[in-house]
């Protein structure tokens, strides 16, 4: 059974933790390099991603997690994390960076401030209807053509990828970590 | 495998609590202006609070505090990209009506404001906009989240400097919760009466050992060591008001604040931010105040 880390400077952390645990997956806090040496995956919690971008930083973390990923380590973001590992992040800040490890273009609280935060049922490829809550979400505007679409969302204005993957990295727009359901976990972890 | 819009709805519970969940483990500070509320971006804030004046100069200057102006909530969410919370007065749902006509993404009904109306809270369940409100105890904290508060905050004694009342009021909330948690099903009836707390969120608790909604800290946190101290009581969250603004060195001390409350079980982490920060805001010894801003609400 792999071990799978969850970044845990900022966001819904036990979220995470608690959906990863009752698939029967061994769980670690990573707040340091050494605690990401221990791990053979990692989860990108909700937050803040220019907070979490931040402690990164100071937590020097941001070079570890790098070469990581070069490396080809399992990484699944959701909402922040999302921002966090994609190649390209409209209306961020100005000195905002990622990773670029995912190839998509998502712009931050595209589908609006709190107000517009909403829930919605999901159709994803290979587990059927899944209940969406997304929050100051980040809408994914470009996905390039070697990355799998695994569930789409029309708000009106045209469909947007809302949960992708690039071979060993994952991305959601929305929190499956808020809900009871685990199979977007398992998919994740399946797959490690 | 596409959803549609029209399958879509906003202002749930879930989403209203949501973002609380979104900004745990991180620190949320008071900005009088837009400069401010770039320092507090840049050093890792994940929301600020957009007001006129932090509670230490409502406290100095007196009269009746009040929502603040558009302009400056406008102005401020212009500059940042993480979210937005402004203050209401108790009760006055007025005010509340136009921060969520602002669209902003928290509205604190904040103690720190003269109080609008002396017997009613806001109807928070009647907006789409999320409310955090304070608390002194777990009564008042059910009594909150039974009118629709989706986070709450321990009140402390705002503009003080001073952790003394965060600290008292976030032990109360927890011994509360463990009596509960530790209490016969028949016991429960008289223990809502004592909390005069709804009995449904008296259940809850009892069965989860915790709050329905996050339990942040605010009230006199101005110095990492605060952070790390009611962090480690339990607070998942916490609100820094007048401490980083007043401080000698605000921009390090928002930076040490932060990372505080992201290592707060590491000693060696505070001790480094804790190091050569400059002087932390004067503040109050509590028992001389002539109003105490924690006994407005109930």
Redesign the interface.
Known sequence: MPRVGVL????????HERALHSLGVDVARV?TPAQLDAVDALVMP???S??IA??LV??QLRPAIAARLDEGMPVLGT??GLILVSREVL???VDQWSFEALDVSVR??GYG?????????????DVGNVH?????APKIEKVADDVEV???????DG?HAVLVRQGRVWGCAF?PE?TDDTRVHRLFVDAI | ?????E??????P???R??A??????VIMDVVNPEQAKIA?D?????VMALERVPSDIRRDGGVARMSDPQMIQEIQATV???VMAKARIGHFAEAQIL?AL????IDESEVLTPADEEHHIDKWAF???FVCGATNLGEALRRIGEGACMIRSKGEAGTGNVVEAVRHLRTINAQMRRLRSADESELYALAKDLQAPLPLVREVAATGQLPVPLFCAGGISTPADASLVLQLGAEAVFVGSGIFKSDDPVRMAHAI??AT??FE?AAVVAKVSTGLGDAMKGFETATLETRLAERGW
Do not use: W
Request: charged share 25%; glycine share 12%.
């Open positions: 845990a400077l900022q966001g819904d952390v036990r979220e707040r909700g937050g803040e220019t907070a931040h402690l100071s937590a909402c922040a209306d961020g800040r931050r609280n401030r709190q107000l517009a935060s909403f829930e919605t049922t999901l159709r994803v490829r969406g809550v997304f929050i100051r695994l569930a789409k969302h029309d708000h009106g469909e929190h808020l | 495998m596409s959803s549609s819009a399958s879509s709805f906003t202002g749930s879930l989403v209203k949501g973002l969940d979104m900004l745990r483990g991180g971006e050093a890792g804030a994940v929301a990209t993480i979210p969520q669209n902003v993404d928290y789409t906009v999320p932060v990372e992201t290592h590491d």
